[in-house]
């Protein structure tokens, strides 16, 4: 077992205190134990690099690519804590399509006076889209799959956190001279207070990272001036880190240590949410850094944003069920776009009106999705029957 596994039983401690954060205990865990990496392209600054180009036959073989994603989930557990998807988008169409879809809703939102502040850097440095994930699906049902239809994204979502993951996104914009974020963890206990954080027993602090997966898709080449995010690899090994990111020294240490890669359009990285990392500043005169942010959550945990993921499923449906008429979308891209857009999860429900039917849960959003494509049902009968779902969820 690693050592930043037992580190907090053999201590005897079961709360965490940021005050008893020791950065010297943080750097001990900073090191490359050089575990064997099968199916990495190259290793950049101590980051596994994965050119999806060579994973196509691995990702279309169900045996290797479970040992891929053991692989990738070894990485991000007890490894560097991130992993880059080289050309996780083999053709940038999708990305060119979704990037119109955003800016559209960028200008819009600015008409309208809104403006998404960011939880770690100041405001306006920077334009966000919150919950993209429905706005891109319901202004644009069709990018929304073609985007959404990829093997890659899946299998590492996969990897962390299993099947009937949430998947949320975010998107955004560092224009030229947009500031740097702190270093920092992120949710679930990377959005607490310290006073909150220190409420969670230790065993928790261990636990919150399995709950999410961080990543971001490039929607632009991202030179190191553009200020692509700043990673500290190892770091999420700490166990008190949690508490330990607002501290001057440990933020210290980050600033002197962290790395930066350059990605290229349709590139793809994902860390644990207990990494130290920070965007960094848009130090080019020209580029608009825009990446979209995703959050996926595990089936057993809480997204951060609430998704009418009904309302998704019945503008992609058409879609969908057109793409496999005509043979445009295989069965595992179909699968891969239903993963990120309807729950897969069963629970909550109302088991009065939604009890188990012919085994331990009731049926899911996206078991009901596939079983109406399976049988080619109408987009109004595949409607009715989500709202019939919905209905008998409801709570009331």
Known sequence: MDQHETHAPERGRQWYLERECSLEAFV???????????????????????????????????????????????????????????????????????????????????????????????????????????????????????????????????????????????????????????????????????????????HVHRMSALLTLQGAVAHCDMPVESGPTKLLPFSQRYAE???????????????????????????????????????GANRTADVQRMANLLQVSSAMGRAMEALDRAAMCEAIYPVLREHRTNGRLGDAAALAAIAACAEGYPFPTNLDRDPPVGGLAPESQQGLMLRALGENWEPARFATALRTQDARRDPA
């Open 241 to 279: 880190g949690y508490l330990a990111w607002r501290r001057a020294d440990f933020r210290e240490y980050f600033e002197a240590h962290c790395v930066q890669l350059p990605l290229t359009k349709g590139d793809a990285v994902f860390f644990n949410p207990a990494l130290f990392h920070a965007a």
């Open 28 to 202: 001990n865990q900073l090191h490359d134990e050089g575990g064997p990496l099968r199916f990495a392209a190259e290793v950049r600054q101590c980051i596994p690099v994965y050119d999806c180009r060579d994973l196509e036959s691995v990702l279309d073989d169900a045996a290797q690519r479970l040992l891929l994603q053991a692989e990738w989930a070894r990485v991000l557990r007890d490894g560097a804590g991130v992993l880059v998807l080289e050309r996780a988008y083999g053709s940038t169409q999708p990305i060119d399509e979704a990037t119109a879809v955003f800016e559209a809703i960028v200008r819009a939102e600015r008409e309208q006076g809104s403006s998404g502040a960011d939880h770690f850097a100041k405001a306006g440095a920077n334009d966000r889209i919150w919950n993209a994930q429905q706005k891109l699906c319901l202004r644009a049902p069709a990018v929304f799959v073609d985007y959404f239809a990829n093997l890659p994204l899946m299998a590492v979502c996969e990897a962390w956190l299993g099947p009937c993951y949430q998947m949320t996104s975010q998107v955004n914009v560092v224009r030229p001279g947009g500031m740097a974020q702190e270093a920092h963890r992120d949710y679930h206990l990377g959005f607490q207070t310290i006073e909150s954080a220190q409420r969670y027993p230790a």
